[in-house]
T-cell receptor, first 112, second 109 residues
Framework: IAGITQAPTSQILAAGRRMTLRCTQD?????MYWYRQDLGLGLRLIHY???????GKGEVPDGYSVSRANTDDFPLTLASAVPSQTSVYFC???????????FGEGSRLTVL | GQNIDQPTEMTATEGAIVQINCTYQ??????LFWYQQHAGEAPTFLSY??LDGLEEKGRFSSFLSRSKGYSYLLLKELQMKDSASYLC??????????WGAGTKLIIKP
């Protein structure tokens, strides 16, 4: 059982380029989340999806978009990357009625 | 605004006990969570409190006082593998998790 998988694990990107971070879970969780983690700050929610076909904005959504075409996949797209989007990105999933989240291993993104 | 406060860093000795505190101010409360995160790895779930009191799980215990907006994570019989960051998170009235910045715990032999 893979759990929750993110790709790529690391990427260096030129400013202005488009980038999609992939996230797939096989636990049939209805809720999925994208967070960014920066040194000295708590995890900050970018976007979330409570169920397939629906998405919502988190605390820091600007510059990011998501889609949830099915239960398993929740890709995060940076339309035009900027250096301030340099961060570690975590995808997570969970059941809506519990708070326990299962995290992917993270994607370290550097925008130059 | 919403705020979760926890110490930035703590140091403890192998075999000892350490208490990591977390205070919170959030719009609503629907549970408090503790996660462990080893350097370079993903956070993993440790505990959940929604009612006042102590929840014990092996060497780890978590306490909650909703009236004080306060929780602590107690780690007993510390082992070197407990060196990690410990993240406190509160689920608010919208059922979203608000995260603290984490406490880096350093265990010394």
């Amino acid at each position: 059982i893979a759990g929750i998988t993110q790709a790529p694990t690391s990427q260096i990107l030129a400013a202005g380029r488009r980038m999609t971070l992939r996230c797939t879970q096989d636990m049939r969780h209805n809720a999925m989340y994208w967070y960014r983690q920066d040194l000295g700050l708590g995890l900050r929610l970018i976007h979330y999806s409570n169920t397939a076909g629906t998405t919502g904005k988190g605390e820091v959504p600007d510059g990011y978009s998501v889609s949830r075409a099915n239960t398993d996949d929740f890709p995060l797209t940076l339309a035009s990357a900027v250096p301030s989007q340099t961060s570690v990105y975590f995808c997570a999933s969970g059941r809506s009625n519990t708070g326990e989240l299962f995290f992917g291993e993270g994607s370290r993104l550097t925008v130059l | 605004g919403q705020n979760i406060d926890q110490p930035t860093e703590m140091t403890a000795t192998e075999g000892a006990i350490v208490q990591i505190n977390c205070t919170y101010q959030t719009s609503g409360f629907n549970g408090l969570f503790w996660y462990q995160q080893h350097a370079g790895e993903a956070p993993t779930f440790l505990s959940y409190n929604v009612l006042d009191g102590l929840e014990e799980k092996g060497r780890f215990s978590s306490f909650l006082s909703r009236s004080k907006g306060y929780s602590y994570l107690l780690l007993k019989e510390l082992q070197m593998k407990d060196s990690a960051s410990y993240l406190c998170a509160v689920r608010d009235s919208n059922y979203q998790l608000i995260w603290g910045a984490g406490t880096k715990l350093i265990i010394k032999p």
